[in-house]
């Protein structure tokens, strides 16, 4: 009865420790903040975009910008051309780029006076292309409002690999 027992409690002991071992695929953790946002949706990634944008930080923008694994798949890294080393450059250019942009946006919203997280969405226009080589692509135009003054925030959004991310041109103009 005892070794019945026994092996009952090593048994469950032994299962019970297995069942803890459980991994999520792809899991990413929580100390990066700025880990990229995926979306195959157009429109979810635009609405994401507008609330981080009014957060008026400038490194929320890592979040939207395609990592070296997309732009990876996407250029062809054993041609002449485009080399790892010019893929990498590619991406920081992309990046510090959008976030000079980003600042320009902050500093004419400044100018006139505007608070982005008062910024109310009313619509969003998307205008789709593709490039020769397949790539798509699209112009988006985020209008909105604070009280009765007018707003545009323009920028173009890419698709790598099914998933869509902010491309470049971020503008930002008040309507008259």
Not at 97 to 122: E, G, T
Request: aromatic share 12%; hydrophobic share 40%.
């Amino acid at each position: 009865m005892r070794v019945a027992l026994v092996l009952l409690v090593v048994f469950r002991v032994s299962f019970s420790s297995f069942s803890q071992l459980y991994v999520l695929k792809d899991h990413r953790p929580d100390s990066n903040l700025f880990a990229p946002m995926l979306f195959d949706s157009l429109p979810e990634m635009c609405d994401s975009f507008f609330t981080q944008l009014k957060k008026e930080d400038v490194n929320t923008i890592k979040s939207f910008v395609p990592t070296m694994r997309y732009l990876k798949t996407t250029f062809d890294t054993l041609s002449v051309e485009y080399t790892l080393d010019k893929v990498v450059i590619r991406q920081q250019r992309l990046l510090r780029s959008l976030q000079r942009q980003y600042l320009k946006v902050l500093k004419k919203a400044k100018k006139d006076k505007l608070k982005m997280r008062h910024l109310d969405h009313k619509k969003t226009d998307f205008d789709y292309g593709a490039d020769e080589d397949g790539n798509r692509y699209c112009y988006v135009t985020v209008q909105c409002n604070k009280r009765k003054k007018e707003y545009e925030l323009k920028y173009v959004a890419i698709q790598l690999n099914g998933m869509w991310f902010l491309g470049d041109e971020l503008e930002f103009e008040r309507i008259e």
